[in-house]
């Protein structure tokens, strides 16, 4: 009869924001603004570097919200399944729960199908995982992950391959070393100097130390080989025998010859 719609007739509820969001929600403020950096911690620095007999990856343990240090003992890199690993950079409580669902879509796969992926589905995976957390990136929650493992068919020096993405999910081959995070650009022009073809494990860990060395001289959202404390990367190698985490002792020696040669003590 008054040729309004029944919403502006209802009296089930008093709220006007309530009524707005019914007949008018482009006049309310939008959730899908951005989201300041400054309330999420977010995860820094990842390399990765092949070997001889596969790759190795390396993730400072510092996480930051804006300059607070929220975090010294971060765990970013993270054992994907029996030939694959993963790290992490960007907004840290979404990327571990990225991690949990990769590891459990890998494991789900292998149950169903009664066979491992390849090496490149499992990076198609986490590319299409990726692409469906593009609302969260829009909105200034990023993650950028970093994915290496073993391809016993690969052709080349080593069997280790690596792949970096976007927060599109863009997929990404590299060769023989990357990096990604806040501190990226200094640990790659690190592994650019020291790199070497058919590292050795031993050689592979001091590399990788010496490069989150350099990312942490310049990077405050990234934390060098801690020598006082004790905290030192988180490290995994893969090979023919599997994933393993590197022992912290080993690192933490690597970490001090590097540190001697520099004339310094720890980041």
């Known amino acids: 009869m008054t040729g309004l719609s029944s919403a502006y007739l209802s009296t089930a509820s008093n709220s006007f924001v309530e009524f707005a969001r019914t007949v008018a929600p482009h006049v309310l403020p939008s959730g899908d603004l951005p989201v300041s950096d400054s309330i999420a911690p977010?995860?820094?620095?990842?390399?990765?570097?092949?070997?001889?007999?596969?790759v190795l990856m390396a993730g400072d343990r510092r996480a930051t919200i804006g300059s607070l240090i929220a975090s010294r003992t971060m765990e970013k890199v993270h054992r994907a399944d029996d030939a694959s690993v993963v790290g992490i950079?960007?907004?840290?409580?979404?990327?571990?729960?990225?991690?949990?669902?990769?590891?459990?879509?890998?494991?789900?796969?292998?149950?169903?199908?009664?066979?491992?992926?390849?090496?490149?589905?499992?990076a198609n995976r986490l590319a299409s995982m990726l692409r469906a957390n593009l609302g969260f990136a829009l909105r200034g929650l990023a993650v950028v992950p970093l994915f290496a493992g073993v391809d016993q068919k690969a052709e080349g020096e080593t069997p280790g391959r690596i792949f970096s993405f976007d927060v599109t999910g863009g997929r990404y081959e590299e060769e023989d070393y990357h990096s990604v995070g806040?501190?990226?650009?200094f640990a790659r022009g690190s592994l650019k100097k020291r790199w070497k073809p058919s590292l050795s494990e031993e050689a592979a860990v001091e590399v990788a130390v010496e490069a989150l060395f350099?990312?942490?001289?310049?990077?405050?959202?990234?934390?060098?080989?801690?020598?006082?404390?004790?905290?030192?990367?988180?490290?995994?190698?893969?090979?023919?025998d599997g994933a393993s985490e590197v022992?912290?002792?080993?690192?933490?020696?690597?970490?001090?010859?590097?540190?001697?040669?520099?004339?310094?003590?720890?980041?």
């Open 42 to 54: 977010h995860a820094t620095t990842i390399v990765a570097l092949t070997t001889a007999d596969g």
């Open 214 to 240: 350099d990312a942490a001289d310049d990077d405050s959202g990234t934390a060098g080989p801690d020598l006082i404390r004790r905290i030192g990367p988180t490290m995994m190698v893969v090979d023919s």
């Open 182 to 185: 806040s501190g990226s650009t």
């Open 89 to 122: 950079a960007g907004t840290a409580g979404i990327a571990l729960e990225l991690v949990r669902l990769f590891q459990l879509e890998l494991e789900h796969y292998e149950k169903i199908e009664g066979t491992v992926l390849s090496l490149d589905g499992k």
């Open 247 to 267: 022992e912290t002792d080993v690192i933490l020696a690597a970490a001090a010859e590097v540190a001697a040669r520099r004339g310094g003590g720890s980041a």
